[in-house]
T-cell receptor
Framework: GAVVSQHPSWVICKSGTSVKIECRSL??????MFWYRQFPKQSLMLMAT?????????EQGVEKDKFLINHASLTLSTLTVTSAHPEDSSFYIC?????????????FGPGTRLTVL | DAKTTQPTSMDCAEGRAANLPCNHS???????VYWYRQIHSQGPQYIIH???NNETNEMASLIITEDRKSSTLILPHATLRDTAVYYC??????????FGTGTRLTVIP
C-alpha cells in the first residue's frame, strides 16, 4: 500500500516553455500533497504544500506564479513549471499523506528529472 | 521542529547488521522520529517511525532512548540494495519534513 506515482519520470524542454508534472496516490486518498526539489548533491527542499480543493502554501523563496500547483482531487496533484529556464533544471519529487494517522506519514513518488535546455 | 545530527557516512559488510545513529537532543514531547532513505536518483522511501517505544517492521527496527534524545535505526541483515542515504527526521504532523544531509550507508560485499 501507500504507492505514489509521478509522470513523466524525466522531461527535456526548451527554455521558455512550460512543463506539467503529475503526482498520483494510487491506493489511498491524499488529503495533503507536497512538492520538493532536489539539486545535484543536495538534499530535498520543500517547495509547497497543497490540500485538496484549496490553494497551495509555498515556502519562502518559491515563486507561486512560476510553480503552479493544482490539487483538484484526492488522488492527483500537478506542478506546472512555467516559462522554464536552465536554472529550473532539477529533480522534482512529490509526496502524499492521507491525514488519517496521527503522524501523517508522507509517501514519496519516484521523482521527475527536468532538464531545461 | 527539532534538528538532528547524523554521521556523514558509514560502511557495513553485507549480511551484517547496520546500526545508524541519530541525535535529536532538542526533541519535544509530541515530535515523532522518522526514518527515510533515498537510493540514488529515486524518491525517498519511508522506513519506520516512532514516538517513545521501540518499533519494528519488515524493513528495520527503531530503538529510541528513554530520554528520546537519540535513536538508532537497525537494518538486521544489510544487503547491497540497502546502499542509500538515510535520513533521520523529527516532526510534528505532516508539514515539516526537513531533510538534512543524512548518512550515506555503503554496504560492502
Amino acid at each position: 500500500g501507500a504507492v505514489v506515482s509521478q509522470h513523466p519520470s524525466w522531461v527535456i524542454c526548451k527554455s521558455g516553455t512550460s512543463v506539467k508534472i503529475e503526482c498520483r496516490s494510487l491506493d489511498f486518498q491524499a488529503t495533503t500533497m507536497f512538492w520538493y526539489r532536489q539539486f545535484p548533491k543536495q538534499s530535498l527542499m520543500l517547495m509547497a504544500t497543497s490540500n485538496e480543493g484549496s490553494k497551495a502554501t509555498y515556502e519562502q523563496g518559491v515563486e507561486k506564479d512560476k510553480f503552479l500547483i493544482n490539487h483538484a482531487s484526492l488522488t492527483l496533484s500537478t506542478l506546472t513549471v512555467t516559462s522554464a529556464h536552465p536554472e529550473d533544471s532539477s529533480f522534482y519529487i512529490c509526496s502524499a499523506s492521507s491525514g488519517q494517522e496521527n503522524t501523517d506519514t508522507q509517501y514519496f513518488g519516484p521523482g521527475t528529472r527536468l532538464t531545461v535546455l | 521542529d527539532a534538528k538532528t545530527t547524523q554521521p556523514t557516512s558509514m560502511d557495513c559488510a553485507e549480511g551484517r547488521a547496520a546500526n545508524l545513529p541519530c541525535n535529536h537532543s532538542t526533541i519535544s514531547g509530541n515530535e515523532y522520529v522518522y526514518w527515510y532513505r533515498q537510493i540514488h536518483s529515486q524518491g525517498p522511501q519511508y522506513i519506520i517511525h516512532g514516538l517513545k517505544n521501540n518499533e519494528t517492521n519488515e524493513m528495520a527496527s527503531l530503538i529510541i532512548t528513554e530520554d528520546r534524545k537519540s535513536s538508532t535505526l537497525i537494518l538486521p541483515h544489510a544487503t547491497l540494495r540497502d546502499t542509500a542515504v538515510y535520513y533521520c527526521i523529527v516532526m510534528t504532523g505532516a508539514n515539516n519534513l526537513f531533510f538534512g544531509t543524512g548518512t550515506r550507508l555503503t554496504v560492502i560485499p
